[in-house]
């Protein structure tokens, strides 16, 4: 198991291009399920969870296949097993991304049922409800959701109990070629989901009011092939700009969306950052002291949950206090212990992080808890005197595309450590010899 390892205190310059978004790539790759034809994919990241939905694909009977210009193809016209195991799903709780299209596709379907992850229990219940809605007969048992709809999905109107993100992705998906209009009400309005309705469309679907809470779906009797765009990854675009800032630098995100990214935008230019935006790029940097600002965590256009562990970082050295509530997850502070242990000032009440800021973090051997938190302590280990071995790197993996090549392109001193090689140093973590 990796480590990678990182010696701070370094102003960050510079530009980086974001990469194509992990989280709308994943349900974009989950559609080519309802297609009768092959789907090109263009900027689908080269990242962890996305080679396993392509392994989940080819196990359902997929063609999944890159060209010579990096473009993805799936052909789904030979997938002839609408399932998804174990193996896959635990290892990505997206994986319950094909629920909704290989219902509305083979009209039965059994997917594992995701397990609790670190940052919370995140069952798929209101999937599986708005599924009901449509008809589907579903059961749990042994672990996998089997459900089916003999005589095909009917058009619902689903108020969701919650936003979820990838609950009005699943039911999007279903509902495209379901018979009639379904209503999503209190629907997610992430960019991501946008995105996956402007993909549908290009392929003769018909949504509207995704962007809004009430997403309109008049279903088709079939989809077509044809290309398919991910949109800029904007918690890998704020994560840069953070890296910047934290490290009282200025960097620039370029092929990346301000509009997608306006409330943490919001956020640093109150805790008095520079920022300037253009048409798609966004540059962030520092002019003088960062003051610290109260944050909750909301769904979209709120300030997103997926930034809650880099934004704690850069208060953590901010001027002042800040307090930061998750609303959305019921354990993801799990970074908060070790920017502790580098040096940080944090006190937990349930929900809410108070940060107190301090003028410095020094660098120490921490542990990466999932995706974000570890993009967190990265940002810690960047602004931090000294060396920072961040262990159980796989969860950055899954997210950030070249994360130490474009940290370096911005001046860190970055690289990753094999386990042989910090055996070889004698530095040897216990999840290593797991
Ligand atoms: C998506 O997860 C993202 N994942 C997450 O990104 C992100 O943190 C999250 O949305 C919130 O923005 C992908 O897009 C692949 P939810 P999702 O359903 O869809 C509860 C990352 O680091 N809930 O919007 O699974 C749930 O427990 C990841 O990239 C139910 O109770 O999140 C949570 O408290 C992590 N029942 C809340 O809703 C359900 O059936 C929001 O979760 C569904 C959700």
């Known amino acids: 198991m990796d480590s990678i390892v990182i010696h701070g205190g370094i102003p960050l310059h510079g530009s980086v291009e974001a990469s194509g978004a992990k989280n709308a790539a994943l349900p974009l790759l989950a559609l080519a ?14 990242l962890q ?149 402007d993909a549908l469309r290009a392929l003769g679907a018909d949504i509207s009011g995704d962007g809004t809470d009430r997403i309109v779906v008049r279903g088709v009797k079939s989809i077509h092939g044809g290309d398919v765009f991910t949109i800029a990854d904007r918690i890998e675009t704020a994560t840069y700009l953070t890296a910047g800032l934290i490290t009282g630098g200025d960097v620039t995100v370029t092929r990346s969306n301000p509009a997608d990214l306006q409330a943490f935008l919001r956020k640093v230019e109150q805790a008095g950052a520079l920022v300037e935006i253009g048409d798609d790029w966004i540059r962030c940097a520092v002019q ?51 920017l502790i242990r580098m040096g940080a000032n944090i006190q937990l009440d349930g929900h809410t992080a108070i940060v107190k800021g301090v003028s410095k973090l020094s660098g120490a051997p921490v542990m990466a808890t999932d995706l974000r938190a570890s993009a967190g302590l990265v940002l810690a280990a960047l602004a931090a005197e000294g060396e920072t071995v961040i262990s159980r790197v796989y969860h950055i993996d899954r997210g950030y595309e070249r994360i130490e090549e474009k940290l370096r392109i911005l001046g860190a001193h970055i690289e990753r450590r094999s386990e042989s090689e910090n055996f070889v140093r004698g530095v040897r973590f216990v999840d290593e010899q797991q």
């Open 33 to 46: 399920i309802l297609a009768d034809e092959p789907v090109i994919y263009h900027r689908i990241p080269h």
């Open 49 to 197: 969870d996305i080679s396993t939905m392509m392994t989940l694909l080819a196990y359902q009977g997929a063609d999944v296949t890159f060209d010579d210009q990096n473009r993805l193809h799936i052909d789904c016209r030979n997938a002839d097993k609408p399932e998804a195991p174990y193996e896959l799903v635990k290892t990505m709780r997206a994986s319950a991304l094909v629920l909704g299209p290989l219902l509305a596709k083979f009209r039965r379907a059994k997917v594992s049922l995701p397990g609790g992850c670190a940052i919370g229990a995140r069952p798929i219940d209101l999937h599986l409800r708005g599924l009901e809605a449509m008809g589907a007969t579903i059961s749990v048992e042994h672990g996998y959701v089997t459900a089916e709809v003999p005589d095909g999905l009917k058009g619902a109107h689903i108020v969701f109990e919650q936003v979820t993100v990838t609950g009005t992705e699943n039911l999007m998906m279903a509902a495209v070629l379901a018979e009639g209009e379904t209503i999503l009400d209190r629907a997610a309005r992430e960019p991501e989901v946008v995105n996956l309705a």
């Open 288 to 338: 003088g002291q960062l003051q610290g600002v109260n944050m909750n965590t909301m769904p979209h256009p709120g300030f997103p949950t997926d930034l809650q562990a880099q934004f704690m970082a850069l208060m953590c050295l901010a001027g002042d206090s800040s307090i930061i509530r998750e609303t959305i997850f019921e354990n993801r502070f799990m970074h908060v212990q070790e």
